[in-house]
Structure formats: C-alpha cells, structure tokens
C-alpha cells in the first residue's frame, strides 16, 4: 500500500466523553439514560430526577432511612409542598374573605361575582400554570414559583368566595335587625354578628380550598418544580410504579391530614353555639 493509499484511509479518533455543561449544578446521569440533573433552561435549573432502582419494592423503599432524609428526601420534598400550600391557602383567605363579607352584607354583585368565579373553575388549573411556565422565564424568574402560585391561587378563591358569600347571606335577619336595633355600627354587625354567625361554613370553605391546593399541587412537578409530585413525575420517566405509588401515597395522606387539621381547628376555635348553629341552617337548606 503507497502513501497515497495510506492518507485515503478514514482514521477514527475516539472521541473524548461528554462534558458535564454547568459542573456546579451537580450534573449526573439520567435514570433514562438521554438527559442530566441539573439542565439549565433560560438560567432556570430544571430540579434532579430521584432515582431508585425497578427491583425495589415499596415498603422497603418508604421505610428507608435515604429515602427521607437529605436534600432530595422525602422530608424536603414535604417541606416544599406545605409551604407553598400554605402560602396559597393564607392569600386566599386574605384576598377572598373580606371581599365576599363585605358585598353579602351590602346585598350586592351577587350575580355577577358569584359568575365570575364559578366560570374561573372551568379553566384548567393546569393550563393557567403551563401558560405562565414561558413568561417566567423569558423574565428570568424561573419555572417556580410564579406560575403554579398564580394556578393554586385562582383554585382557593373559589370555594373561600363562594363559601364565605353564602354563609353571610344566611345569617338570620333576626340577628341583623337586633344588632341594628341596639345602635350597632354596620361594621360592627359585619364583625360581630355575621361573621360570627357565618364562621363555620367559612372554616368548611377554607377546608375544601386547602384539601383541593394539596391535591393540586403535584402538577408543579410536571412544570419545573419539585415537591411530593415529583416521585409521581419520575416514576412515570422511568417506568417505577414503587415511585409512582409512593407519590400518591404522600399525597394522599397530606390532604387527609390537612382536612382533618382543618376539623380540630374549627373545633379549637369556634364555639359549640356556632358550629351547632351551621349544622341545623345545613338541615333547612337540604
């Protein structure tokens, strides 16, 4: 063979391994084997996959000491949940709370609020928070916490409103009358009287907006974000049904600890005359 046969000859070079593109994120290995933890989008890092092999069952996995300590524990995870939860429930109660209270009592907008808020459940809570994901981080704030605030956020006003405007309207015009009649201000029959009276059907408004939050908020997983939906996210990714049953396992069980937080509350709080008072008005009304 002569030279010019010998440079015609293609040589393969083997080819140095892939380098991790942002080395402080932590890169690693996709489970899946086509991406990495730790991707940036728009200077947004996308959050890490939890890993867990196929051939581990459920019990072991749950009752594993790694599987909820640490940074991607299940304690963190937890952690997220309930403060964002919490955070969406308190705002719905301060924005939806005196608005309904004061228009009940004003006998006003009763049509057009009450539309303009029942027609807020047929969006999807979903879409509302996929459709903010792009502007947030063409502002450079991220995949969270914007968008999935915003979605919850417009879920809790719903059931607070709705909850809160008919709990005012049935306060009996007895009591009202009464107050006025003993020089009562209209503020002071507001404070003091329908919302005393009214007190428990809003607690069970707020109970149902805090339950629908964390039954919710899973979707957050799906847009960026972590959370407990992320151990359903990633089973999905990886064909783990022990990831996937131990995401709806947590968030199965925070809603239920959340609706029965929410009982003991009302039961700490209210006084037996109220709560008794918004059992017999659910008589009548049924």
Known sequence: MDADDRRGLAVDHPRPAPRCPHPRSGCAPHPLGTQTTGDVVNGAARPTQAAVRRDIGFFEWFFSADTWWGNNGILESLRETVVLCAAVTLVAVVLSVPVASVLAHLRRAELSTTWLVSISRAVPTFAIAALLVPWSLRSGRGFEPIPIFTALLLLALVPIYLNTYTAIRQVPEGAVDAARALGETELSILTRVELALAASLV???????????????????????????????????????????????????LAALTG???????????????????????????
């Open 260 to 286: 029965l937080a929410f009982v003991v509350l009302e039961r700490l709080v209210l006084p037996n005359g109220v709560r008794r008072l918004a059992r017999q008005q659910g008589k009548r009304t049924t």
């Open 203 to 253: 607690f069970a408004g707020v109970r149902v907006a805090a339950i629908q939050v964390v039954a919710t908020e899973p979707i957050r997983a799906f847009l960026g974000g972590d959370g407990l939906g992320r151990y359903v996210r990633d089973g999905i990714g990886q064909s783990n049904n022990t990831l996937v049953v131990g995401g709806i396992v947590l968030i199965g069980g």
